[in-house]
């Protein structure tokens, strides 16, 4: 991987040895609390569940990013987030899942600014019970299929790396 092309653009940093362990502890719980937000507001929620779905896999990923190489994402964060993934891990069904992530996150959070950009035709949520029961079975679907999965992949990759470091 060429870092250095994201340090230079200012995209990436490295994080300093003293502060690797404040960047771990934050996503650690970063990334568990926007999955359990996830599953306590799915039902009556949805929208928020999915959102804080894909937080969960973004901020899991930061975690990773942060612990294996003292990466700091800088600017464009999900985007990047992606990229720099995408030349460390080889594993297609990770990459898959993080880009279904992200793609469903832009859809229901298309007023963010960096999805402004991007902006796709979404039917707002209306309130009706049609629109509550169908974002109902979309959070069970994104948080099963999606987020919980990437998350356990990231996990394993993470104890995995920290198996071969400790031999």
Known sequence: MDIDIYVKNNSISIIVETEVPRYINFFENSYQ???????????NFPR??????????HDVT???LAKEFRIKIDLKVHKTTIQILNEIVKDKEILGLLQAGYEEFIKIANDLAEAKEERMKVQYYTGSDFMKEKYKEEAE???TKTAMPYVEKIKKLMQK???QSSK
């Open 62 to 64: 930061k975690l990773f």
């Open 161 to 163: 790396n920290d198996n």
């Open 33 to 43: 609390e926007n999955m359990s937000h996830a599953h306590f507001v799915k039902n």
């Open 141 to 143: 679907s994104f948080l």
């Open 48 to 57: 928020w569940s999915i959102i804080s779905g894909y937080y969960a896999m």
